[in-house]
Each structure stands twice: as structure tokens, then as C-alpha cells.
């Protein structure tokens, strides 16, 4: 069974930036992507940020030039810097992994709140 681990989230201020981590316990060689989604209270889940093996990304409108993905292969790791934060990022947060077949697996979520 695999498990992913996120931490990072909290409460922070507009303007402010938080950095989420998502530790998973499978090597990165049978990770075909990792994923962000975020879920607002009321809202459906979206997609935030992704980034496959071979490094490419992807990111909502909503987040580009403000959120990073990125991945530490040797540490099973892969971040999400959030930059310039607005009240409507406000969300539990998800960290997905997508193995290579197909499998995909979530995080418990962490919970990011901005205040005005």
C-alpha cells in the first residue's frame, strides 16, 4: 500500500506564501505523475499543479506564475511553493500520485487558510 504524507499547510496571511511537501513511500520510479488538487469548502476538486516523471508541468489558470511544482527524486518528494496567496486559495490541499499502469493514490489533504 502506498502512503503520501503532506505537510506544509497552515494559516497565512494575502500576499504571504507557504511551501507544501508531499513525502510518498514507493520509489519515484514507478511514479508516472504527482498531482496537487485542492478542494474550497462548497466547491468541487481542481486540479492546482501537476508534474510527470519527465518533468513536465502543468498548472491551473488560477495559480500560474504564483504556484511552483517541483520534485526531489531522491527523496520521494514533491513540493508546491505558493507565492503571492489570495483568500480564494483557500482549500484543503491533496497531494495525488499517478503510478506508471494507472494506479492512483491520495494524500489525507492539509489544510491551507489566507486571510484578507
Known amino acids: 500500500q502506498v502512503q503520501l504524507v503532506e505537510s506544509g499547510g497552515g494559516l497565512v496571511q494575502a500576499g504571504g506564501s507557504l511551501r507544501l511537501s508531499c513525502a510518498a513511500s514507493i520509489s519515484a520510479s514507478s511514479i508516472s505523475a504527482t498531482s496537487w488538487y485542492r478542494q474550497a469548502p462548497g466547491k468541487q476538486r481542481e486540479l492546482v499543479a501537476s508534474?510527470?516523471?519527465?518533468?513536465?508541468?502543468i498548472y491551473a489558470d488560477s495559480v500560474k506564475g504564483r504556484f511552483t511544482i517541483s520534485r526531489d527524486g531522491g527523496k520521494n518528494a514533491v513540493y508546491l511553493q505558493m507565492n503571492s496567496l489570495k483568500p480564494e486559495d483557500t482549500a484543503i490541499y491533496y497531494c495525488t500520485l499517478t503510478l506508471v499502469g494507472g494506479r492512483r493514490y491520495w494524500g489525507q489533504g492539509t489544510q491551507v487558510t489566507v486571510s484578507s
Open positions: 508534474i510527470t516523471s519527465g518533468g513536465s508541468t
